[in-house]
């Protein structure tokens, strides 16, 4: 593997060489110059070899992989896509394609969204008409190639957003499966804000000699985001959070918690406080999700309640607070769940709840993302009871924390 120089910053899209279509497009996108990242990326990936792109959130990594792509993209009349984008939830599946269709250079050159909970007949109506990129989840994609309703035969460009979660255990056998659906000499794309060493390694088995360019090797969070902690009792966290809300008046915050029915329980209790609540995990159905990201989009949500089913990728420019009520047990995720406010150069605010059991896990994410997160504490208000040692002058037990042990699959949990 080739690690790049990282290069610069550099002027307008028209130095990256796209094409006159494409410049338009970005025209009208309103993209006026691109991000670091998109100028370093997309060099790479137009003399066609593969290419690894770490960057921080909210920089603009899915314009870095789709130009490149669109700027060759040609409008042959044949069955199947060019190109194919996985991602590992439904929600990404449709803003990467809306990014894809607003960024298209020509009203021909047409992308579909394919993913689970969507019914069948619309995705298939949709393939049949003919279309040149799929950005799809890779369950409904492998669904798709077993019944024989979609060919990758033709794909020569191949990109895994979040790509680390897309290689972890629960979806690696779905991507090998899909991989070797796609001919050989086709172009393979990785990008996340995350792509710790064992990933990178593991990525090499389906890229050939891909060059790796990472813009944030130090600071894997971004300036631009305020991080601090509140120690709680796990009983006190409901109490604390009222009170943060109250403090912070957010624009638009994302609550998350680590399980489905702790982000029911959280949202049951919370819309009887607040207006504008909303719940966001795995198993409401499809249509609703859809209804609910709608919302927050627009902004009719203020407050959404959710598991890391809204962890990665997703890109609401009003979101101004990221509140842990549960920290993550992956670090990654972590970073990816703040990464939801802050985004290209705005301003965020990330709060997270920790128990005193918790701090050990509260250490691990501040090595990962090399920084310390400030204590923070609302006024007369006692989070958590301090621990008094025992008589026998022995140090209490510690309780065992809920998640002492890592989930494997972990989609299996959003
Ligand atoms: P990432 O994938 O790195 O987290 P996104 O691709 O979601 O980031 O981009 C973040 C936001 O920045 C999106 O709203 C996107 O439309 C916007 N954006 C991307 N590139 C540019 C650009 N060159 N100029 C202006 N806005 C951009
Ligand atoms: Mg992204």
Redesign the pocket.
Known sequence: MTTAMIVGPCGG?HELSLSPPLLQA?DR???????P??AAFIPEALTGRDVIGQ??????????FLLPFLNHWRDENRPGPQAIILAPTRELVV?VAE?AA?LSPHRHCRTVPIYGGQRFGTQLALLKRGCHIVVGTPGRVLDHLSRGTLTLERVRYVVL?EADRMLDIGFRPDIEKILRRCPPQRQTLL?S?TLPPPVLRLAQRYMVDPININLSPEKITVENIRQTYFTVDEDRKFELLLKVCAREQPRQCIIFCERKRWVEDVYRMLRKHLPRVAAMHGDLPQSLRNRIMQGFRDGKIVYLVATDVVGR?I?V?NISHVINYDIPLDPENYVHRI?RTG??GADGIAIAFVTPEQGEQLTEIERFINKMLDEDQIPGFQAYTPRVRTTNGEAPKPVVPIFGRRIKRYSNRL
């Open positions: 899209f970005l996108a309103g993209y006026r110059e691109p991000t990242i998109q960057a921080q959130t909210g920089t603009g990594k899915t314009a870095a803003q990014e607003k957003d990008l804000a990728g890109d420019r990464g985004r290209l």
